[in-house]
């Protein structure tokens, strides 16, 4: 018999990871291929969207912390107060489980992303918005960040086999084209931009502050991440990429 996931459970999870646990505001985050087969002899649980957030929520502590390799799924059952079974009459697999993690946590940075409002914007101020909303994401949500940099050292074999995650997050490259295609129109760009090449700049230069915060400050006696001076970095990195993007002329 499958026990009731506390509610108090899911909701210092979903405080802890942004994720929504109000069945009436979750989101579906399973690609159609991704449908688990259900098993024969288990009973259709209630409450299914609610499960499927309260999961997720669980995985995406457990995946940050662990890498895919080293989650259990027991440990994820334990975190929701539910079994492997009801979590693999969902999901199916472990792998499949990661991969709707994958998902999840890309889908909401990008939805974030469409909230900036840049159309009133000058270009230049429109791309320092997108950097300090950049920077302060990926210090706000480390389980991001941890996420990507494990998808990255198992060489992003599964991120290969989940083709949509590509459609996920075209939007900020489209983002940064139309920003900087305005601020080419006005001169206030140089001309030879590549959108891709933006957005790989404004991730590097602030997934830094989260990656290497233990490294780095331990090296050189400096706060990181969140600890660290948050205002005056994310105002360099937003200057760096100004810069960069300028015509030499203004330079």
């Not at 390799?69 to 107060?81: E, L, N, P, V, Y």
């Not at 074999?157 to 084209?177: A, C, E, Q, Y």
């Not at 900087?180 to 502050?209: C, K, S, W, Y």
Request: charged share 25%; with cysteine.
């Amino acid at each position: 018999m499958l026990h009731r996931a506390e509610p108090q459970r899911c909701d210092d999870l979903a405080t802890l990871l942004n994720l929504a646990c109000d069945s009436a505001n979750i989101e579906t985050v399973m690609a159609p291929g991704l449908a688990a087969a259900r098993h024969p002899a288990m009973r259709k649980p209630k409450a299914p969207q609610a499960n499927r957030a309260r999961i997720l929520a669980a995985a995406t502590a457990e995946f940050a912390a662990r890498g895919v390799k080293g989650a259990s799924m027991d440990a994820i059952a334990a975190r929701t107060s539910t079994t492997r079974a009801l979590i693999n009459y969902y999901f199916g697999s472990k792998e499949r489980l990661y991969l709707a993690v994958l998902e999840r946590v890309y889908a909401e940075i990008r939805e974030a992303e469409n909230e900036l409002e840049l159309e009133h914007l000058a270009p230049a101020d429109a791309i320092r918005r997108i950097v300090e909303f950049t920077y302060d994401y990926y210090v706000g949500h480390e389980y991001f960040v941890r996420l990507v940099v494990a998808e990255n050292q198992a060489k992003g074999r599964h991120m290969k086999r989940f083709p949509s995650l590509r459609t996920v997050n075209r939007p900020i490259v489209d983002m940064l084209g139309a920003v900087i295609a305005r601020g080419q129109a006005e001169g206030t760009f140089r001309p030879d931009l590549d959108p891709i090449d933006v957005h790989m700049a404004i991730a590097a230069l602030g997934m830094f502050n989260v990656t290497n915060q233990y490294t780095f400050g331990t090296l050189f006696q400096r706060e990181m991440g969140a600890k660290g001076d948050v205002p005056s970095r994310r105002q360099l990195v937003a200057d760096m990429i100004l810069s960069w993007l300028a015509p030499a002329s203004t330079r």
